[in-house]
């Protein structure tokens, strides 16, 4: 059973930073797009960021998070990592760790689309004070 859990996710400041980090675990695919996703208090869930494992490497990053957000990936541990700068309250959500090994480069040249992401985590709370 393929499994992803997000950690890393809490409480800090506005201009702040955390690192988010989703472990993957219970599948044997070596080549993957694993991403994030957040959905703010009413709002649809939308995507932040992923990257491919596949021969492309590619990624992707939201055009409104770039310069913020940047990802990266330990294939050799199967953890996707989002380091978040510069933190403002609206990025106040839960963030949602994501999987598919469906042809994971062209996901990600898609902006990893939610609906083409199979696996899913529980998510981790952050929450930007003023």
């Known amino acids: 059973e393929v499994q992803l859990v997000e950690s890393g996710g809490g409480l800090v400041q506005a201009g702040g930073s955390l690192r988010l980090s989703c472990s993957g675990s219970?599948?044997?695919?070596?080549?993957?797009?694993m991403g994030w996703f957040r959905q703010a208090p009413g709002k649809e869930r939308e995507v932040v960021s992923c990257i491919s494992t596949a021969a492309g490497a590619y990624d992707y990053t939201s055009d409104s998070l770039k310069g913020r957000f940047t990802i990266s990936v330990d294939s050799a541990k199967n953890t996707v990592y989002l380091q978040m700068d510069s933190l403002k309250p609206e990025d106040t959500a839960v963030y949602y760790c994501?999987?598919?090994?469906?042809?994971?480069?062209?996901?990600?040249?898609?902006?990893?689309?939610?609906?083409?992401?199979?696996?899913w985590g529980k998510g981790t709370l952050v929450t930007v004070s003023t």
């Open positions: 994501a999987l598919d090994s469906f042809r994971p480069d062209l996901q990600v040249v898609a902006g990893c689309p939610d609906y083409g992401m199979e696996y």
């Open positions: 219970g599948f044997t695919f070596d080549e993957y797009a």
